[in-house]
């Protein structure tokens, strides 16, 4: 396949004015300050359909002739490339079908049917879903629509760094989150050919982390294991495209923790009001983890969707509220007699603590009898607050248990 050049990737740009949000470059002053860097975000999570795909879907679609079109359309993705592609083709008018694994989110599978597209639900992941589209290609004559290993796609997704580059010229580096490949090798391509010195990095989660191995090893590497909540960039044979673009433009690829990822997901929304997605907070979640160094740089973080399974934000705000410290969990064996609940209650309410939660269970087999086990889940400030707290409670003479951050403390 060839290799796209700046040229196409202008072409794509032009073709896309009018059809896509432009998303400008967002500065983040606290992050900046934090880092000692120039910190800006690239809010492709503001895209049409939540994503960047729809930018190469939409290229790609517009490549094909008027028979392939008359033929329909088939797609793999786990929600980002689907909706992309089921909005180009109902744009277009092209019958088009997805193939989803069975365990995408019901949120991405609705937006995707809401788009017009017919849904096939099929394997556990990604390679194993494509092995169903694959099939159904090739009994219905249908066009494959690759996700990320195609010269037009990696032409639609490079106009991402054709903006940066043109609202920012000076920018130092750009950090990508990376799964097949599609989204890095454009970005790299626009990036490299308008300033040479511009550092491209990539980011994959440490479970699925095929691009980093492959980039390193100079060949395609089928990489896996465990799950991920980064479901977006859960690829598990990178684009052989994508690989070889990557090799003459990216300079760096790391891979990031879930943990890293989940924190950025809350800090997004808790600093600078975007609600990213696990796999487009990834890049950032390296950054927050030490993976990257920015450190007197002007880096631009792409956040590459926003497309989250709300269930799961609701368990990652919590998590993380733990981890700052600003939700504390606290457990009693108190005295089983009037007025002992309410003295506690009344110590965290002086010191300014909110009772988020409470619970007494008395049928806990460990309590002693004549004794509640009750525990409270309460909203303060920070680790500090969480310290003044314990120190009030300890005055109360009873014995109990505090867990904030990643500390767990006995008191008496």
């Known amino acids: 396949m060839k290799i796209p050049a700046l040229d196409d990737i202008r072409s794509a740009a032009d073709f896309?004015?009018?059809?896509?949000?432009?998303?400008?470059?967002?500065?983040?002053?606290?992050?900046?300050?934090?880092?000692?860097?120039?910190i800006w975000f690239k809010p492709e999570n503001l895209q049409k359909t939540g994503s960047f795909k729809i930018r190469g879907a939409i290229i790609k679609l517009n490549s094909l002739s008027a028979e392939e079109r008359k033929r329909g359309i088939i797609a793999v993705s786990a929600g980002n490339h689907a909706q992309g592609v089921a909005l180009a083709a109902k744009i277009l008018g092209i019958d088009v079908k997805i193939v989803m694994p069975k365990n995408t989110t019901p949120t991405k599978i609705n937006a995707v049917e809401e788009y017009g597209a017919r849904i096939v639900l099929s394997g556990n992941d990604y390679a194993e879903a494509r092995e169903e589209a694959v099939k159904i290609m090739n009994s219905e004559g249908r066009s494959f629509i690759e996700g990320f290993n195609d010269p037009f796609i990696v032409a639609g997704?490079?106009?991402?760094?054709?903006?940066?580059?043109?609202?920012?010229?000076?920018?130092?580096?750009?950090?990508?989150?990376?799964?097949?490949?599609?989204?890095?090798?454009?970005?790299?391509?626009?990036?490299?050919?308008?300033?040479?010195?511009?550092?491209?990095?990539?980011?994959?989660?440490?479970?699925?982390?095929?691009?980093?191995?492959?980039?390193?090893?100079?060949?395609?590497?089928?990489?896996?294991?465990?799950?991920?909540?980064?479901?977006?960039?859960?690829?598990?044979?990178?684009?052989?495209?994508?690989?070889?673009?990557?090799?003459?433009?990216?300079?760096?690829?790391?891979?990031?923790?879930?943990?890293?990822?989940?924190?950025?997901?809350?800090?997004?929304l808790d600093r600078n009001k975007y609600l990213v997605e696990p796999a487009g907070a990834a890049g950032f979640g390296a950054l927050l983890s030490g993976s990257i160094d920015v450190e007197g740089k002007k880096t631009v973080f792409v956040l590459s969707g926003g497309n989250i399974n709300l269930l799961l934000l609701s368990k990652i705000i919590y998590k993380s509220m733990e981890k700052e410290s600003s939700l504390v969990r606290i457990s009693f064996k108190i005295p089983d007699r009037p007025g002992t609940l309410?003295?506690?209650?009344?110590?965290?309410?002086?010191?300014?603590?909110?009772?988020?939660?409470?619970?007494?269970?008395?049928?806990?087999?460990?309590?002693?009898?004549?004794?509640?086990?009750?525990?409270?889940?309460?909203?303060?400030?920070?680790?500090?607050?969480?310290?003044?707290?314990?120190?009030?409670?300890?005055?109360?003479?009873?014995?109990?248990?505090?867990?904030?951050?990643?500390?767990?403390?006995?008191?008496?």
């Open 342 to 412: 309410y003295r506690i209650a009344q110590v965290i309410s002086n010191v300014g603590g909110n009772i988020y939660h409470a619970e007494v269970d008395n049928l806990e087999e460990n309590t002693p009898v004549g004794y509640q086990s009750v525990s409270f889940t309460v909203n303060l400030r920070n680790a500090s607050h969480a310290e003044i707290l314990s120190s009030e409670l300890k005055k109360l003479g009873w014995v109990f248990t505090m867990v904030h951050g990643s500390q767990t403390m006995e008191k008496s």
């Open 157 to 268: 997704q490079g106009t991402i760094g054709l903006e940066i580059m043109e609202e920012m010229p000076d920018t130092e580096q750009i950090v990508v989150p990376v799964g097949g490949g599609g989204l890095i090798s454009g970005i790299a391509i626009a990036a490299k050919s308008m300033n040479r010195k511009v550092k491209i990095i990539g980011v994959q989660s440490e479970h699925y982390s095929s691009f980093m191995k492959s980039f390193y090893s100079g060949k395609v590497t089928d990489s896996t294991y465990g799950t991920t909540i980064a479901d977006g960039i859960a690829i598990r044979i990178p684009g052989d495209l994508n690989l070889e673009i990557a090799k003459r433009y990216v300079d760096q690829v790391v891979t990031v923790d879930e943990e890293s990822i989940a924190l950025a997901i809350y800090s997004l």
């Open 16 to 38: 896309l004015k009018g059809k896509i949000n432009l998303t400008r470059l967002d500065h983040s002053r606290i992050f900046s300050e934090r880092f000692r860097s120039e």
